[in-house]
């Protein structure tokens, strides 16, 4: 071949390494195994990584698999996403994606930075997605919002909390098939839980003005948030920022009494609702014109300040709305997780190394 005949590759695309095809993905490099996966093509961009759909060779299926970004850009990086592998690897659950095969870049080592693929279950398409194209009806809707619970009842049973439940973290296939995804916010369940969760339409009230104290109730928010959106095909609260998020809560759920705003520990928090106009709770049964009786219930047990008040995983599986759907024989608990990221500060150097070796030791398991 004469000088002038090579091939000019993209700027951001490497030559492949034998064995190895280089992709161009969301104008990122992706390096996967010609042995296991082809046909890659791209699906969307995340908060923490780029994702697309392979044909995996192997077990001769469709398979998702996701790019991090940037795993070691920061100690907090790598810790984020060696918690985010081990919890996936954790969950086998029908409702939440599971950790099929995780592999890195060709080439790489424990001394130097590399790249980190999760290959987890294909769902051909996400609520978000769903609800932009069509409306649903009231049965998908049961069956939607039972599967989610009961997904919620496996990771709470493990003392995981979701934090970021939203139309776009819940993925559905063509069999109306639901499993919960994304699990980069997720946290063992403790007594202090750090303030920065969810997307702020889907956030809960508590984190707002308490901060650091809720618990796994704001799950239970979040599907709330999502249930209605299901029932109006647009956002319940869409705030612009906090004040405005919070006045569009006051305007639906009404002014919180004064025995909820005792128990806000932040003063600030407490003296800025008691400056805010006064609004009475919305009838549901209007606001929802033409939703189902059952399901303007639940979603008002769902949806209230106070998270002590707030209905519990188990009686909403228990609610008259998803009767139809509900099997308490059928609803597994998960085994309790301990997040072994918790107490250790590591440098980035080692939480480079955990990865490697976490990465090295897979073995997958059968995924329900």
Not at 159 to 171: E, Q
Not at 244 to 254: A, D, R
């Amino acid at each position: 071949m004469a000088e002038d005949e090579i091939p000019i590759l993209p700027l951001d695309l490497e030559p492949s390494l034998e064995g190895w095809d280089t992709t161009c993905i969301h104008k990122t490099t992706w390096q996967t195994p010609q042995a296991r996966y082809s046909d890659l093509q791209p699906i969307g961009v995340g908060a923490f990584g780029t994702v697309c759909s392979a044909y995996d060779l192997k077990e001769n299926r469709r398979v998702a698999i996701k790019k991090m970004i940037e795993p070691f850009g920061s100690k907090d990086h790598a810790k984020r996403a060696f918690r985010e592998m081990h919890l996936l690897n954790h969950c086998n659950h029908e409702n939440i994606v599971g950790l099929l095969d995780i592999f890195y870049s060709p080439c790489s080592s424990p001394d130097k930075n590399f790249d980190v693929y999760l290959v987890m279950q294909m769902m051909s398409s996400d609520l978000h997605s769903l609800l932009k194209n069509q409306a649903l009806g009231d049965e998908h809707i049961q069956f939607f919002v039972y599967q989610v619970f009961r997904g919620l009842k496996y990771i709470h049973s493990a003392k995981i909390v979701h934090r970021d439940l939203k139309p776009n973290n819940i993925a559905v296939n063509e069999n109306s098939e639901l499993r919960i995804l994304d699990f980069g916010l997720a946290r063992e369940k403790d007594e202090a839980m750090t303030g920065y969760i969810a997307t702020r339409w889907y956030r809960a009230p508590e984190v707002m003005l308490s901060w650091t104290e809720y618990d796994d109730k704001v799950d239970v928010w979040g599907v709330g948030c999502v249930m209605a959106e299901m029932l109006t095909r647009r956002p319940l609260f869409p705030g612009v920022d906090h004040v405005n998020l919070l006045g569009l809560m006051l305007e639906l759920l009404g002014t919180p009494n004064e025995e909820y705003l005792n128990q806000i520990t932040s003063e600030s928090a407490r003296n800025f609702i008691r400056t805010l106009p006064v609004h009475n709770r919305k009838q549901f049964q209007v606001y929802f014109n033409g939703a189902n009786p059952d399901a303007i219930d639940l979603l008002e047990k769902i949806l209230i300040f106070d998270p002590n008040k707030r209905i519990s995983v188990e009686d909403a599986l228990a609610h008259p709305y998803l009767t139809k759907y509900a099997d308490p024989t059928d609803e597994p608990i998960g085994p309790i997780y301990i997040d072994p990221t918790k107490d250790a500060d590591l440098n980035l150097e080692e939480w480079r190394k955990m990865i490697f070796k976490f990465i090295e030791n897979f073995k997958p398991i059968d995924r329900l």
